[in-house]
């Protein structure tokens, strides 16, 4: 029988494991900084295993890899099964064990060899060269940890392109020049010159503001007018609903598919801007050339929503201790539908057992404590990956429906759409339309150029307001406006902004009076006119509000008027509220409850100012 090394290191660090748990369980990023060649995905032949490729020392390694095992913040395990090179198989196990303040980190290797050579060469290469990697690694972990970092750009770094210096400089004055923030810009610039390959290949705005310490709006500004101006490029990833890993890569949103399949999770999922359609960027290849290399395909901090991952022979079971925030989890498997909702309370139980079985999940709510003993089980024949994950999606994505809702995007990529006839969700935005009380009788009584010069004023008047408040300007019709927003407070805001701005101009100018009508609901994106579009009800009953506005109003849906942050807004800024009783056009079955803003300057419908009306709060 051939004989097994088994190798145990430990060292005792300074940091807690919940600290040191980021950057250990990142295997990606600590493979690349230990040394470790990149490694190649190959076709995979065995359902739930994942065929790799590396070359070490001019050999090719090829083997098998077992889903990883975790348990945050204590413990990770993979296990491979090798085809070639000189192992037969190789089991890796992590453990971050308390101890005191701080954490003894055990890593234990089981290898074993596939014959002469590897008996020889597995024991030099992990005491030699392995040990003393690892090591320095965990230790330079250690100092980050206890220096309160997120992250810190470390690893191999990319020689610049030659001329790149001068292109930098050419680029930071363009975007100094377009009143972008001079201190972030000079941050960015200094991203690109010096972060390691790993950073550099997938940066994240709002990762990048967090690490800064500023508005995660004005960094997405940033590199949305950096890409523009030749210094980074973006990419839209589309992202698995299950393991969240990104399945499907597009240069431009109209290679952004709606249908697409995960290898990993053995599913085909349906896309939507919400959720599942990141934006990220990475270095103008023409400044740096950032190759994507992977280190690592499976570790726990690919799916940091995933708190716990346990692979159970059939009928298998295993209890784990973990460490739990507050909040929404869901216990489920891999390969099978559903799950079983589970609430982390300070007054819920501090253990429970939770069984995958062919006939489904219940339905009941577990609520467990922060810190509980939990069992998972496998009922099935077939062996199950089992898995606890936290039900909230990460707060430092840019998703599609975020970005191209933004007017900073709409303006410097107009032509960024979908392919014709594609139609994707993107979840529930607010959405405004406008129009001009009485343009017509403008142009008559002003003359045709100078009233088009009035509704181009207008256009600009709205349009600063809806960007201050996180909007868009989708697109005008005539004299009308359709705007988009992710918060109906923003819309109320800009709305009402802009409508007191035109209504009572500086100095002589002619005043000019806004209907509007806004309803938040979830949308379809479109490409129309080679524009990205929004339709739907929810769009259609938008612009059915219009019709209801007697001038310098406001008529909302109670979608709108409910929101907490309109309320509050309404009820400090003083404007008064009424109920509107009317029907919707082509909606004559559907009985909405709608909302009028009246505002000191509201129009009556014979053309006098009305004042504000009694007040309904």
């Known amino acids: 029988m051939t004989r097994e090394f088994h190798f145990r290191w430990q060292w005792d660090l300074r940091s807690p494991p919940e600290a040191l748990w980021p950057l250990v369980a990142d295997t990606d990023r600590f493979n690349a900084e230990a040394g470790v060649p990149e490694v190649h995905r190959a076709p995979r032949s065995e359902p739930g295993r994942q065929r790799l490729t590396m070359k070490v020392t001019g050999m090719t390694l090829e083997w098998d890899e077992a889903p990883y095992e975790w348990q945050a913040p204590r413990r990770f395990a993979v296990e491979r099964v090798y085809r070639s090179g000189p192992m037969a198989r190789m089991r890796v196990q992590a453990d971050l064990e308390p101890r005191g303040t701080g954490t003894r980190l055990v890593y234990q290797l089981w290898m074993a060899p596939s014959g002469l050579l590897g008996r020889i060469v597995i024991p030099l290469r992990m005491n030699l060269l392995t040990k003393p990697a690892f090591g320095a690694v965990f230790r330079k972990y250690d100092e980050i940890a206890m220096a309160g970092k997120r992250e810190e750009a470390a690893g191999e770094r990319a020689a610049l392109e030659p001329g790149a210096e001068e292109r930098l400089a050419q680029i930071g004055k363009a975007l100094r020049d377009a009143s972008l923030d001079a201190e972030l810009v000079e941050n960015l610039l200094g991203f690109v010159r010096g972060s390691d390959r790993l950073s550099a290949m997938r940066l994240r705005p709002y990762a990048l503001a967090d690490r800064w310490g500023t508005s995660r709006r004005k960094v997405l500004d940033l590199c949305l007018h950096a890409t523009r101006a030749g210094l980074l490029v973006f990419r839209w990833d589309m992202l698995c609903p299950s393991c969240r890993g990104a399945k499907g890569i597009s240069e431009t949103l109209a290679g952004v598919k709606r249908q697409v399949h995960c290898e990993s999770c053995n599913i085909d999922f349906e896309v939507d801007f919400e959720r599942s359609v990141e934006l990220t960027f990475r270095p103008n290849p023409a400044v740096r050339k950032v190759d994507i290399v992977e280190f690592c395909v499976g570790g726990p901090r690919m799916t940091p929503h995933i708190v716990a991952q346990q692979v159970l022979a059939p009928g298998e079971s295993r209890a784990v201790d973990l460490a739990l925030a507050p909040g929404a989890y869901r216990v489920r498997s891999r390969s099978d539908r559903g799950g079983q909702h589970v609430r982390v309370d300070a ?33 099935f024949p077939e062996p199950r990956i089992l898995l606890l994950e936290r039900t909230a999606w990460a707060d430092d994505a840019v998703t599609a429906a975020e970005v191209t809702g933004t007017q900073t995007f709409r303006d410097l ?30 142009y008559r009584e002003v003359g045709d150029a100078k009233a088009f010069g009035l509704v181009m004023r207008h256009f600009d008047v709205l349009k600063r307001h809806i960007a201050d408040h996180d909007g868009a300007l989708v697109k005008t019709i005539g004299d009308a406006v359709l705007a988009v927003f992710r918060r109906p407070v923003s819309a109320v805001r800009a709305l009402l902004g802009a409508s007191r701005e035109l209504s ?29 579009d929004y339709f739907g009800s929810t769009v259609n009953i938008a612009s059915r509000l219009v019709g209801l506005c007697s001038g310098g109003d406001l008529v909302m849906s109670s979608e709108v008027r409910r929101d907490a942050e309109v309320e509050g807004y309404l009820k400090e800024a003083a404007f008064g509220v009424e109920d509107v009783k009317a029907a919707l056009k082509g909606f004559d079955e559907v009985r909405f409850d709608l909302f009028r803003v009246v505002t000191p300057w509201v129009v009556e419908k014979g053309g006098e100012s009305a004042g504000p009306k009694t007040k309904r709060f």
């Open 347 to 379: 007054a819920g139980a501090p253990s429970a057992a939770f069984a995958a079985r062919p006939e489904g999940w219940p339905s009941a709510e577990t609520v467990l404590a922060p810190k509980a003993a939990v069992t998972f089980e496998n009922r």
């Open 413 to 442: 990529f107009a032509r960024e759409a979908l392919r014709p006839g594609e139609e994707i969700e993107v979840g529930s935005l607010c959405v405004l339309f406008t129009d001009l009380l009485e343009s017509t009788r403008m």
């Open 504 to 532: 009572r101009p500086a100095g002589d100018a002619r005043p000019m009076v806004l209907k509007a009508g806004v309803h938040f609901g979830p949308c379809i994106a479109v490409t129309l006119n080679d524009r990205l």
